[in-house]
Nanobody, 118 residues
Framework: QVQLVESGGGSVQAGGSLRLSCAAS????????MGWFRQAPGKERETVAA???????SYASSVKGRFTISRDNAKNTVYLQMNSLKPEDTAVYYC????????????WGQGTQVTVSS
């Protein structure tokens, strides 16, 4: 069983920055693919960024160049640095973990709200 706890959300003006953290407990963090997702009101959850166990990263086109995902295996934590925030980035942000060999993400955090005002 893996527990994921997000933190770092909040309210910021457009152009500002936030850094989200997701602390994991249980399981073998270093072997997991970790992802950040977001869900805005009335919209489906979408993938924002992901980082593999080797450090390979991928990003949604809407955030590429503005957001950076990273991980610290010693701290069992994955981060999402968000710069140049836009009102359309407003959403609840979730982190998820995917064990090796799994297609779907297995565990999810409770989410943290990010609100960007214009």
């Amino acid at each position: 069983q893996v527990q994921l706890v997000e933190s770092g959300g909040g309210s910021v003006q457009a152009g500002g920055s936030l850094r989200l953290s997701c602390a994991a407990s249980g399981g073998t963090f270093s072997t997991y693919t970790m992802g950040w997702f977001r869900q805005a009101p009335g919209k489906e959850r979408e993938t924002v960024a992901a980082i593999g166990s080797s450090g390979t990263t991928s990003y949604a086109s809407s955030v590429k160049g503005r957001f950076t995902i990273s991980r610290d295996n010693a701290k069992n934590t994955v981060y999402l640095q968000m710069n140049s925030l836009k009102p359309e980035d407003t959403a609840v942000y979730y982190c998820g973990s995917r064990a090796p060999g799994r297609v779907l993400y297995d565990y999810w955090g409770q989410g943290t709200q990010v609100t960007v005002s214009s």
